[in-house]
Structures are given as structure tokens and as C-alpha cells.
């Protein structure tokens, strides 16, 4: 399809310019090194340029500059010379882990993932701190303590989608520790993993309308369907009844950008919904093909060409990388988005 040839160019075009002597979130900004975006970009890396010794460079560099307690900062620079800022996101440390995993599963560097593996595992204790006795996360305490982000998008209630990401992580480290053979070290997550689950599904789960809710609130977000079904709290029957009801809820919270939406594309691939994930991926990013744009941009919103993170719309976008992903679905996921 020409358009979707022309998507994955300007994807191409968007890693490429975002990878310099790391994974930056943009040239157009401070050039620093983002763990959500060395995710995304890593991905689209793999399936296209495949230059795994800047993922290799960049899990170094945010290992290297985590806080004196042993957590990863959100993000770091690396010149004119190592340093972070002081600002742990929540699902950005527990991010690294599945990045470590997805690296080592492309090149096998079975000596960089046992050196940092120690790193990964003192992530998971961070949802740790919020478990309750009844098994639910404090949701409210981890917003006061932690950059809670999933999504640039005012409004959005986080609850469901951290979530998530917290079970979704967690069980993906398990599976980095099985592969390394250090599942003795994290004996207690295959047990968690199961009671979250249990918990998320009879907290967050509203059987009549068919969809995840989020918060005191009940918010419906299009954050809180993926990241379920992404963490598999919910069946891939569950999930496309899900995503097929938002289409009729009238205050849905949609995403804000490009980030969110991979997440969207990929939960509804997983849950068999190959034909509304090409519908997605070729509205969303072509939308922004047809706008003109030779890269991607930071935050998109077909129906608010005024939204931006900076507080003015005449900047949508000083950094991008986490846009390129189409290159990613398009790749990975041939009988899709090839024919």
C-alpha cells in the first residue's frame, strides 16, 4: 500500500534522526536519552537498522546514572558529560527491564544482561512499596512519590494502566530471569503476578458495560483497555470487546500520542484485531503523512491540531522518537501491514 511505503519511510526517517550517539528523544531539543523512548526506538531498531550496540551503549549509560538507591532515573544526557536528572517515572523504570529482555533476546549478549541484571531486579521492588494487604496497589501514595506518565493526555486517571504495566513487567523480568537462569533470585513474582492480576480484574473490570474503568472516577481511557490486555489481565475475548465498546462511549479518554497509540496497535494485535490495528496504525501515523510531516511528532491528536506538551501550538514537537514504531508493526507484522 502506497501509503502505508510512505509511513514506514518517514519512520525510518524519525529513528534515524533520533539516533546519534544515543537513542534521543529529538534533535530539535537537549538531545537526552528517555527509557520510554530507548524502548520504542530499540524495537524499531531491531526490525530495521539493527545497530544493537547503541541499545548495548544506552542501557549502560541510564544503568550507570541511576540514584543512589539503585533506581533508574527517567532520563539522562550524555553530554558534555554523564549526568541525570532526578526524576524516577514509575513505568519507565520497570520499562528498562523488558528493553534488557527484548535485547538480549535479539543478540543472545548473555554477559551484558547478567551485568545488569542486578539493576532489573531492584526495579521490581518499586510496585512493591505499594502493595496493600488486601493485594491492590496504592495507586493515590505511588502519584505523590513517583512521575506516574503512560500518556501526554490531561485528565487521564493512570490507575488501570499502571496496572498493567506493573504485571506486565514484572512477569516479562520472570521471563529475562528464566532465560539467564536466575529465576531463584525472584521466586516471589510468578505468585504476584497472579494475585495483581486477580485483584486488577475484580477492581478495575465493569462486566456490564464490557470494559476496564480507572480510578474513583471509573474513567474510560483507551490506556486502561490496552495495558490490560497487554498484561493479559484480560482474555483476548475480553479485549476486543473492549476496544469494540469505546467506539460507542461518548467521554472516552483517547491518547494523546504516538507513544500510547504503539501500545493500542500492539494490544489489539495481540487480541486478534489484525484489521482494526492496520485501520489505527494507517489513520494515526498516515493522518500525519498527509498533514506533510517528514518525521513523526511528539504528540498528535486527529481531532485537537492545537494539543501540545509546551503550552503553545505552534510546538508540537521538539522530540519525536518515540513515533517511529510503525516500522516496527510494519516489519514484525508483514501479513498486515505488507499486503
Not at 530507548?38 to 545497530?51: D, F, I, R, T, V
Not at 533470585?185 to 480507572?214: I, M, N, Q
Not at 467521554?251 to 495481540?270: K, S
Request: charged share 25%; with cysteine; proline share 4%.
Amino acid at each position: 500500500d502506497p501509503l502505508v511505503a510512505s509511513i514506514d519511510k518517514v519512520g525510518l526517517t524519525t529513528l534515524k534522526e533520533c539516533m546519534q550517539t544515543v537513542y534521543e528523544d529529538g534533535p530539535k531539543r537537549d538531545r537526552r536519552l528517555w527509557i520510554g523512548d530507548l524502548y520504542l526506538e530499540a524495537l524499531a531498531n531491531m526490525y530495521s537498522y539493527k545497530n544493537h550496540e547503541l541499545t548495548r551503549h544506552c542501557l549502560y549509560l541510564l544503568a550507570g546514572l541511576s540514584n543512589s538507591k539503585g533506581y533508574l532515573n527517567g532520563n539522562v544526557f550524555e553530554l558534555p558529560k554523564p549526568h541525570h536528572q532526578d526524576n524516577v517515572l514509575f513505568d519507565y523504570a520497570l520499562l528498562y527491564n523488558v528493553a534488557l529482555k527484548d535485547y538480549y533476546s535479539a543478540t543472545q549478549d548473555k554477559e551484558t544482561a547478567l551485568d545488569l541484571w542486578a539493576l532489573a531486579k531492584k526495579q521490581t521492588e518499586i510496585p512493591k512499596m505499594y502493595l496493600q494487604k488486601d493485594g491492590t496497589l496504592d495507586y493515590v501514595k505511588a502519584g505523590k512519590e513517583w512521575w506516574i506518565f503512560i500518556d501526554w493526555r490531561d485528565g487521564l486517571d493512570k490507575e488501570a494502566a499502571l496496572y498493567g504495566v506493573v504485571i506486565y513487567a514484572l512477569q516479562q523480568t520472570y521471563d529475562l530471569a528464566k532465560m539467564l537462569g536466575k529465576e531463584s533470585e525472584l521466586t516471589d513474582l510468578p505468585g504476584l503476578v497472579k494475585s495483581l492480576k486477580k485483584v486488577a480484574k475484580k477492581k478495575l473490570y465493569d462486566t456490564k458495560l464490557k470494559v476496564f474503568v480507572s480510578g474513583a472516577d471509573r474513567q474510560i481511557s483507551y490506556a486502561s483497555q490496552a495495558w490490560m490486555i497487554l498484561s493479559k489481565v484480560a482474555t483476548n475475548a475480553e479485549g476486543k470487546a473492549a476496544f469494540a465498546a469505546l467506539e460507542n462511549i461518548k467521554d472516552v479518554v483517547r491518547p494523546g500520542a504516538p507513544y500510547l497509540n504503539h501500545y493500542v496497535i500492539e494490544a489489539m494485535i495481540q487480541c486478534g484485531m489484525g484489521q482494526e490495528a492496520r485501520e489505527k496504525l494507517t489513520s494515526y501515523w498516515g493522518g500525519m503523512v498527509k498533514k506533510g510531516a517528514d518525521t513523526f511528532w511528539e504528540v498528535y491528536d486527529p481531532q485537537n491540531d492545537f494539543l501540545s506538551p509546551y503550552n503553545s501550538y505552534l510546538v508540537n514537537s521538539y522530540c519525536h522518537a518515540w513515533s517511529c514504531t510503525p516500522v516496527y508493526f510494519i516489519r514484525k507484522y508483514p501479513e498486515l501491514f505488507q499486503r
